[in-house]
């Protein structure tokens, strides 16, 4: 209902697209940004209006002193010993009243009222001067309301600072400015930037063209010899420049932590994007069993490395000798815990 009517208003749009949605958020942050600004100016200003008395003269034209001289606390408090003053100036008592202190708390503020009982300037029939009230007044901050008053204006600045100085990530705001300009400019589609895209889908991209770099290596101009690729590290020593050129920090052989008295090396870690990367190459003596074992147990080994939340195996099979790749793609990608695991294999001829 409350979105029918703003969208009435014209404050929100009806959601027809992403781009509405996009467009509502914001808006919806502006306004929260907006009544937070406000409410913090409208509670600050109350509670200054509540205590504005403690800066007045504490006399009878204090606002607190009025609210308090007409209460039913005043009238009640001050009875019986109006009734005692004028029985003694009358004769028909002994006692005086005693001095009093009465309290009054109000919004903000305490009124202090000291009564004092002094000579007046008449007599009582036995020829004794007679008696009046003599009052003192003072106004103070209520501490209890001020503590309060502290914490809420504390908690709504800060709640304001951390709200004002959230970011969104530079890649959901570019994100959003593409599909924006979509929306309003779909002649003029930008192409997504390598930030837009996963971790996942920049790496696929980079195995995909892996075979293909290969073969290009094989057939070189002016005679040049070729590269051959015949093991593991000859794929590292390829891989290495094709990861630099897509990712920021890559380091080689990392090693992880001990486990069962023996530590582990992993071929490349991408360090700002918490992601392992272990190379393999299929040969001739080692079977899809053997290989599906080598996967688990690195699987465990690296799952114990710190700052990673992803760990990503490359097999690189030219000769396609795993006859059933889709099988171990499929086991060791279950075997995610406390990180994801993803499995490549190149080329991708099964599918």
């Known amino acids: 209902m ?21 467009l509502n958020t914001r808006s919806a942050v502006f306004f929260a940004k907006i009544m937070g600004v406000c409410a913090f100016i409208s509670i600050g200003s109350n509670y200054i209006m509540w205590v504005h008395a403690v800066f007045e003269d504490f006399d009878l034209g204090n606002s607190a002193i009025r609210e308090y001289l007409s209460s039913d606390y005043y009238g009640s408090a001050m009875r019986d010993e109006a009734r005692q003053l004028e029985r003694y100036n009358k004769g028909l008592a002994d006692s005086l009243p005693p001095h009093l202190s009465f309290y009054f708390p109000t919004l903000g503020v305490i009124v202090k009222h000291e009564v004092s009982v002094v000579p007046g300037t008449g007599y009582r029939p036995d020829g004794t001067p007679q ?31 951390l709200f004002l100085s959230r970011r969104s990530p530079a890649a959901l705001i570019r994100l959003e400015e593409l599909e924006l300009n979509n929306h309003f400019s779909p002649r003029e589609r930008l192409p997504p930037t390598r930030e837009m895209l996963g971790v996942d889908h920049r790496l696929a991209l980079i195995f995909k063209r892996f075979n293909a770099f ?15 690729v015949n093991d ?16 920021g920090i890559v380091k080689r052989e990392v090693w992880g ?50 700052h990673i939340n992803k760990i990503v195996f ?29 499995v490549f294999i190149s080329p991708r001829w099964y599918e």
Do not use: C
């Open 257 to 306: 932590p001990d486990i069962a008295g023996s530590a582990s090396r992993v071929d490349f870690q991408l360090v700002n994007e918490g992601v392992l990367i272990e190379i393999k190459k299929t040969r001739g003596s080692l079977s899809d069993r053997e290989l599906s074992n080598e996967l688990i147990v690195d699987v465990i080994r690296y799952s114990a490395y710190e």
């Open 2 to 22: 409350l979105n029918r009517i703003l969208i009435y208003l014209g404050l929100l749009r009806e959601e027809r697209s992403l781009a509405d949605t996009i």
């Open 214 to 228: 290969v073969v290009s290596l094989n057939s070189r101009q002016r005679g040049k010899p070729s590269f051959e």
């Open 131 to 161: 008696y009046k009230f003599e009052n003192k007044f003072r106004v103070s901050l209520n501490f209890v309301h001020l503590i309060w008053f502290v914490l809420l204006m504390s908690m709504l600045l800060v709640s304001g600072l």
């Open 232 to 247: 593991e590290y000859d794929v590292q020593d390829l891989m290495l420049p094709m990861l630099q050129m897509e990712f």
């Open 314 to 342: 490359f097999i690189y099979d030219p000769e396609t000798r795993i006859r059933d790749p889709l099988v171990l793609l499929t086991d060791i990608e279950k075997l995610r815990d406390k990180v994801d695991v993803k």
